[in-house]
């Protein structure tokens, strides 16, 4: 079975500081990858997927991550952060064996708490 | 095009009642997923249809969990007898078949006392 696995909990940050929220996953097949992002009150919204192609993946909101087969991670990054990118943030998997790229698997989240 | 739509957004109610959330998902999606969210477990799949036939619902915490799909565009999750252990976010979700994202709703926080 697949699994996801984000390393913080939390990463408290600076405004205007570069940041990286990681994510590994465990999988025996190819993947697609994906990162939400969850504002309070709100459901997940898509900030970036990866399904072929150029390992480097942008997002909205100047998000990019890289995808990483060798070492099986998908690590969020950003430039320079906002307070508005406070948020929590879910890394997700989807493989063939998962009902046909149907279902995703989600890690527990990391809540990116940005402050000036 | 309108997003993933939920009722109610709030819900708050006493133990034993008999609790209905309702999902109507993105026109020409024909995956949809319900989802619950509690801090102790993180966010869980519940049941998943296709073409509004349910495929797994092994997410399901309990009997007294239950999910339809009566038509393309519509779908509940039913709670009876409801317990405050069912306290959470519940979301639904929706997707077109093929490797195209899932889409989410803004969710019902669910209350119980």
């Known amino acids: 079975a697949q699994s996801v696995t984000q390393l913080d909990s939390q990463v408290p940050v600076f405004e205007e500081a570069p940041v990286e929220l990681r994510c590994n996953y465990s999988?025996?097949?190819?993947?697609?990858l994906f990162w939400y992002v969850q504002y309070p009150n709100q459901g997940l919204q898509l900030l970036l997927k990866y399904l072929s192609g150029s390992t480097l993946v942008k997002g909205i909101n100047g998000f990019e991550a890289e995808f990483n087969k060798s070492q099986t991670s998908f690590h969020l990054r950003k430039p320079s952060v906002h307070i508005s990118d406070t948020a929590e943030y879910f890394c997700?998997?989807?493989?063939?064996?998962?009902?046909?790229?149907?279902?995703?698997?989600f890690g527990k989240g990391t809540m990116l708490l940005v402050s000036p | 095009d309108a997003g993933v739509i939920q009722s109610p957004r709030h819900e708050v109610t006493e133990m034993g009642q008999e609790v209905t959330l309702r999902c109507k998902p993105i026109s020409g999606h024909d995956y949809l997923f319900w989802y619950r969210q509690t801090m102790m477990r993180g966010l869980e799949l519940l049941i998943y249809?296709?073409?509004?036939?349910?495929?797994?619902d092994s997410g399901m915490p309990e009997d007294r969990f239950s999910a339809k799909m009566p038509n393309a565009s519509f779908s509940t999750l039913k709670i009876q007898p409801s317990e405050p252990r069912d306290s959470a976010v519940y979301f639904c979700a929706s997707k077109r078949t093929g490797s195209g994202p899932q889409h989410f709703g803004d969710g019902t926080r669910l209350s119980i006392l």
């Open positions: 249809f296709n073409n509004n036939v349910p495929i797994d």
């Open positions: 997700a998997v989807s493989d063939m064996l998962n009902s046909g790229y149907s279902t995703l698997t």
């Open positions: 999988s025996s097949v190819s993947v697609y």
